[in-house]
């Protein structure tokens, strides 16, 4: 660029606001700024913020005077030009501020502002010989207090823009960010032993050997010298950390190699291994396939010549993941990249490792429970196109966000689940959705996998918009679980419940355990009691913040809100009679774990649910210790019904169907299906046909019997009559706004104000405002009001006529203090 020309930049900054901001470029940065690379921009009165050039032009503002970049933080741009269009499309689809969209994409580390705070990095060791001289006064500041903001780094420095500083503070590993330590950074670290630098040569060693050899005492450190020799510690004059564990497994005493290391001939460290460190080779080969597996891929390959997204219905333990593999090689043979979409990460331990088998160090993870510099490091990757590494990607709904240079298919597993979708916070987008409208910028093919595919998708796929590849055999032929029904009333008429238990079920859990065979029990509500009640006057405890109840939770003896997480110790009578005779009533996880050591004494039982998954590698560890049979009854909430395949599960118990089935949402009976059907199939793999018991007071409803038959089409067919007759999807499209303000009289007419406005253009498809069934949520009354359109409208027309409204509506003085949460497609 010529250095003198006065040229401007549109920045996108990661704050909740649709516009681009246009600032003025100093001549000496002229020859740094390029479309896509980070820049330091004053925003507001007195903070900066870290934000992206979207374009580069002359055109001078109009109206006012633009201010100074302040710095670039990068050579080269961080986003790709696919990156910004998605990101774009995602802005007009789903009614979000582009602002909102770039801080879900970006990992925090590339987002420095004002507000962000640093401290010292838990694992550095104070080398600071390559630090700068104001590396070195952040670093020493750093020592004396705890945390800074950049404001405060900024005056100790005495200069203005530090970000350019703090970045490669971060990038060497210096210090990291406030929200790091917000995700629990917890390095992976394990103690290696390596030889002394004194004896790294071929004739010190011999002679030490011959020392200890002489010493009868020192035989074991002798021993456990040479097992670290035998095992590659020392090749050709190159010492090489081993293992401390893998050594002691060999043989090699550990109070030896203590007083080896004391003793100055080992060195035993500390070090850290990153979570992307490489897996190593492959050592797995591909399964050969069934002939129904091998018919199935066959038939997503003809589908893919014609069709770009293809729908692959296979039921549960089918041997999806493969088929899945087959076709990820072959994207490979091509030096295509793949993205290996997952509903929850955590949920997913067992089918990474599978994939590393057959890959190698050729996967890498991401998902949002990875520190920032890890996410950092597969970004980079990716975006510098390094084809040694992470071809294949597995990752939750935020891995569509990445920098992708040649992707050449999307796999989207369990497509039917909600987690794909984005709730809280903006912007609300759809994992499964998004990575569709994706494919279409890189030319990929997309396979949605599923045993219950989404109403919507299986509906594509019947109309001719999707492939479909049916799958409904389970490898090795491999029968369907048997399922039962345990009839609630009736057992509760004869008296044969125990506690919460049918007896029908605890005799199929006695029978399982005598075979010494595992059980999961489902129950999809934690805590120990959703309700606690006064037998006199009917007063349960409520939330002081949300119109719910409070769930008690035994092991930290609290009454706990679900919804904002405010708590209060249970009280010992009631507040509004004074009676004692307080009442528990339903049961979440908590209470059937401890129920289950008064039904079955001496069964080893373990929850699995959000109060016991809350660090970052506990789910993985209760897997493993179920799959080590370490566990025999495995409880928990639909967190147990994915992602599961164990060898010695005989018995799945669903607890209490009901609750499922009576949701007041549209969607409740197909999710019940799903989560059923899904729960079932972790029963009888492998060798042996399953059972499953669900307990219900309603053993005749109609979902429940199509479950009972292993029947997806003719739930489906049931419930497409359903949704055509009320309007919903797939027949139409949905946007729900909700609506929130803490006084419920302004509420109420900013409710019906903004309801007028819509019906005015869209009449009948309006619908509300009304309360949702939790009116209350954090001091905040709401109120929802109901879009429903053709499925054939224009989406963009749809949109920009609601956005119009919206506009209007805030255009009043009156109604600028409401809150308006726009939901599209909401699930």
Known sequence: MDERKTYFVDVILPVPINNAFTYRVPFEMNGHIKVGVRVVVPFGRSKLQTGIIVRVHEEVPEGYQSKYVEAVLDDAPIITGKQFKLWNWISEYYMSPLGDVMNAALPSNFKLGS??????????????????????????????????????????????????????LIEK???????????????????????????????????????????????????ALLTYMQMGGFKQGISVPLLRSELVEKGASASSLNTLDKDGILCIKRMEISRLEDKGEADSEFKDLSQDQQKALDEIRASFVEKDVTLLHGVTGSGKTEIYVELIQEQLDRGKQVLFLLPEIALTTQLIQRLQRYFGDKIGVYHSRFNQNERVEIWNALL?????????VLGARSAVFLPFRSLGLIIVDEEHESSFKQYDPSPRYNGRDTAIVLRAFHDA????????????????????KYGLVSLDKRFGDLMMPEIFTANIKKEKMQKTMQSDFSGFLVEHMKEALNNKEQIILFQNRRGYNPVWACEVCGWNPHCKNCDVSLTYHKNSNVLKCHYCSYFTPPVGACPKCQSNRLKMIGFGTEKIEDELSIILPGVRVQRLDLDTTRQKNSYETILRDFDERKIDIL???????????????????????????????????????????????????????????????????????????????????????????????????????????????????????????????????????????????????LKVIRLKV?????????????????????????????RIVIDVDPL
Request: proline content about 4%.
């Open 635 to 781: 409880v928990g909430t639909q967190m147990v019904t994915k992602g599961l395949d164990f060898d010695n599960v005989s018995l799945v118990g669903i607890l209490d169907a009901d609750m499922m089935l009576n949701r007041p949402d549209f969607r409740a009976f197909e999710r019940s299906y799903q989560l059923m059907s899904q729960v079932a199939g972790r029963a009888g793999r492998k060798t042996k046909r399953g059972t499953v018991v669900i307990q219900t007071y309603d053993p005749d409803h109609w979902i429940i019997q199509h479950v009972i038959n292993h029947d997806f089409i003719g739930m489906y067919k049931n419930e497409l009559i359903e949704r055509k007759n009320y309007f919903y999807p797939p027949f139409y499209k949905m946007i729900n706004l909700t609506l929130k303000h803490r006084d419920p009289n302004k509420l109420d007419m900013m409710a019906a104000d903004l309801a007028d406005r819509m019906k005015a253009v869209f009449g009948s498809r309006v619908l509300g405002p009304e309360f949702p069934v939790v009116k209350r949520i954090q001091n905040s009354y």
């Open 445 to 464: 093919k997309v396979l949605l996998g599923s045993a219950t595919p989404a109403m919507e998708t299986y509906f594509n796929a019947e109309e001719g």
């Open 384 to 392: 510098n196109n390094d084809t040694s590494k992470f071809q294949i």
């Open 115 to 168: 507000e962000t705070k640093v401290l010292l990095h838990p694992e550095y060791e104070g080398n600071l010989d390559h630090l700068t001289d104001r590396e070195y006064q952040v670093f020493e500041a750093l020592e004396i207090q705890s945390e800074l903001d950049l404001k405060e780094i900024s005056e100790i420095l005495g200069i203005k823009t530090i970000q350019p500083v703090i970045k490669s």
């Open 173 to 223: 590993r210096v210090i990291i960010t406030q929200e790091d330590l917000k995700q629990k950074y917890a390095p992976k670290t394990q103690l290696f032993v390596e030889l002394a630098k004194d004896y790294q040569s071929d004739e010190q060693l011999k002679a030490l050997i011959e020392v200890l050899g002489e010493d009868k005492r020192k035989k074991k450190q002798l021993d």
């Open 790 to 818: 053709e499925r054939d409208a224009s989406n963009k027309k749809v949109k920009k006529l609601l956005q119009q409204k919206i506009d209007d509506f805030y255009s009043v003085a009156y109604n600028k203090s409401v």
